[in-house]
């Protein structure tokens, strides 16, 4: 059996989870495996042709039976399913949908309910997940140190290359890949930990430079997905510091597939979080 199947859970844009594979929820059965394009296209005499693909908001079914030994638990069940996901409805903050190590990002906006009796505790639950962008989601981190490991090593996983490259990334002065296992390339967040001075490094020879400074405890985080650039203060507060983006080199291009190239200064903190995306999540 897939692993994915044993691991299907629901978290929270506050980071309230809802297990659905472990009592008292049972995830029986859900189309949020499969996927459709839509497509762009101009008609001719002899058919047409197709010009683009695209994706539209799109709708995930899922069906869920709910069950416990007494009614205290059965109603502590319904409610806690109930209250997690419609908060975030209520407060327009998505949560996300996990399978494995993919994630969707959404909303539980229709709870259709079946199977119930008096005097039984149990039911079916038709649940209907809507996402505004259709693509699962699945994270790789590397991280670069300088002349150093981090004081717990325990809470950073990726310190050790995780593709057998013979390299810990905690050297001053650095070329190195950076490899992107997935079919494409993919959108990235790129975080620069204080202190530094305009922060730069090389990718595959395109550099992704920030002309503004943090100081300890802040850093400075480009999200080509969301096309920002934000320096996060020492209290957590997000500045938008777009206007300081190198703008002679693009900050915002993707990393491209298979081995990168990459060269660092060694002067600073640097991770980059790779947002491998696809139309159904990794089996």
């Known amino acids: 059996m897939s692993t994915i199947i044993n691991d299907i859970y629901y978290i929270s844009s ?9 009592w008292p929820y049972k995830l029986q059965t859900g189309d949020f495996f499969d996927y459709e394009w839509d497509y762009e296209a101009v008609t001719n005499t002899t058919g047409g042709r197709i010009y683009g693909f695209r994706k539209a908001i799109a709708k995930k079914s899922m ?6 030994r007494d009614w205290a638990s059965y109603a502590d069940a319904i409610n806690h399913l109930h209250g997690v996901t419609e908060a975030d409805v209520l407060t327009l903050s998505p949560g996300r949908l996990y399978a494995g190590r993919s994630y969707l990002t959404g909303y539980v906006m229709a709870s259709s309910k079946t199977e119930w009796e008096q005097g039984y505790t149990a ?34 996983p990726f310190l050790d290359y995780p593709y057998d490259y013979p390299h810990d990334y905690y050297v001053h002065q650095a070329i190195m890949p950076l490899r992107n296992d997935h079919y494409a390339a993919t959108d990235f967040e790129m975080t620069f930990y204080g202190p530094c001075s305009h922060p730069y490094i090389y990718i595959d020879g395109n550099m992704y430079l920030v002309n503004a400074v943090a100081n300890d405890n802040e850093r400075i985080v480009i999200n080509s997905k969301e096309r920002t650039v934000v320096l996060v203060n020492s209290k957590g507060a997000r500045i ?26 060694g002067l600073f903190d640097v991770v980059v979080t790779l947002f491998k ?4 999540p990794e089996w």
Do not use: H
């Open 63 to 68: 069906t869920l039976s709910i069950g416990a």
């Open 240 to 265: 938008n510091i777009f206007s300081k983006r190198g703008k002679e080199y693009d900050i915002f291009r993707k990393i491209p597939k298979g081995d990168n190239r990459v060269q660092w200064g």
């Open 277 to 280: 995306e696809r139309s159904e």
């Open 14 to 22: 506050t980071g309230k989870k809802v297990d659905l594979m472990k």
């Open 123 to 156: 039911l079916d639950n038709d649940l209907t997940f809507v996402t505004e962008y259709p693509f699962w989601c699945t994270e790789s981190t590397y991280m670069l140190y300088v002349n150093r490991f981090p004081e717990d090593v325990e809470d950073y």
